[in-house]
């Protein structure tokens, strides 16, 4: 006999297998629990297995509310066994406009991995103020018995946070049993990324004009291919080598703007060489404009290069 022929005489069919993995597989691919409903589905599955038991969304939600209870189970015990811990928070909308805070925790294990798990995903209906925000966090951290054992919460830098942060720190103080150490001076923790963020947000208004012009410079010459090759050769009259283009950047991401600016300071002979020469090209920067914009990219690469360098995921920074 074959080691395939063992296999399959070895294999038994097990309902309760099969339908935690398919209440898993709804999960995992975000599926509306009606699924398992559908007349094709229920045909899919007879052909499979016609010993498996279809079911109900009634059945799919129960289950899919022990799994959640038994993960649940899961974190906690693993909780339970760090001594500290610290915890980022943030808030998100969802497709359907739906508000939902986040929070996840930081710890490390008796073995020193760090870890990072989500511990509370909840609707937080509006208004969003500082106190919503702590009462969440001590509601949550009192449900998974962590609350003796947090150490900072870093956040963006919104004033309800401010007022959230101390909040929960000031409840800390009174009922923890291992308050926040120097009156909470470090509990409250900014996110890096944010405050970078704001800072060049800032710088990006003084020039605004010039990106602006860029902006709609790279656009122009990459709406047609007519454009692109009358960029090129303007390119090969400026004596300039074509190897990355620039490319349009994502107004809400500044790193892209960086990249944007870096890309195409290089081709600025070119952009002046096609205004001169394309009547319908009237977004060229000027030459004050062009000074702005290599002026910014060396400050956009000192944000860059702190940015690049603050600790990766699953590095602890303090």
């Known amino acids: 006999m074959t080691l395939a022929g063992t296999l399959n005489l070895a294999w038994v069919f097990n309902q309760s297998v099969s339908q935690d993995l398919l209440t898993k597989l709804i999960i995992a691919n975000k599926k509306p629990f009606t699924s ?19 079911f109900g969304q009634t059945t799919i939600k129960k289950d899919i509310i022990k799994i959640y209870h038994a993960m649940k189970e899961k974190i906690m015990h693993k909780l339970k066994e760090s001594r500290q811990i610290a915890l980022t928070t943030d ?14 925790s930081h710890y490390m294990l008796s073995d020193w991995t760090l870890r990072k798990r989500i511990i509370s995903f909840k609707e937080l209906p509006p ?15 009192v449900d998974l018995k962590i609350f003796d054992k947090i150490t900072s919460v870093t956040v963006d830098n919104a004033s309800s946070n401010d007022v959230a942060i101390a909040c929960f720190a000031s409840v800390l103080q009174d009922k923890s049993k291992n308050p926040p150490e120097l009156n909470g001076s470090y509990f409250h923790v900014r996110c ?7 800072i060049v947000k800032e710088g990006f208004k003084e020039i605004s004009e010039a990106i602006a012009k860029i902006r709609a410079s790279v656009q122009y010459i990459k ?46 002979k070119a952009f002046d060489y096609l205004s001169m020469r394309d009547s319908d090209y009237t977004v060229c920067p000027t030459f004050a404009e062009w000074a702005e914009l290599e002026a910014m990219k060396e400050c956009l690469s000192i944000f860059n290069t702190a940015l690049r360098d603050t600790p990766p995921k699953g590095t602890p920074a303090l």
Not at 40 to 47: G, L, V
Not at 127 to 141: E, F, M, N, R, Y
Not at 233 to 259: D, G, H, K
């Open 36 to 54: 398992v409903e559908h007349p094709i589905f229920k045909a899919f599955i007879k052909s499979l297995q016609p010993k498996f038991k279809l």
């Open 192 to 198: 890096v990324a944010q405050m970078i963020n704001l």
């Open 223 to 268: 709406l047609t291919p007519a454009r692109k090759q009358s960029f090129q050769r303007a390119c090969e009259m400026s004596s300039i080598p074509t190897q990355a283009f620039p490319t349009v950047n994502v107004p809400t991401r500044w790193n892209s703007t960086y990249l944007m600016i870096n890309l195409a300071i290089p081709y600025k």
């Open 91 to 104: 808030l998100w909308t969802s497709s359907i406009q739906s508000p939902y805070m986040v929070i996840s």
């Open 127 to 141: 208004p969003h103020t500082g106190l919503a925000i702590a009462k969440q966090l001590i509601s949550v951290t």
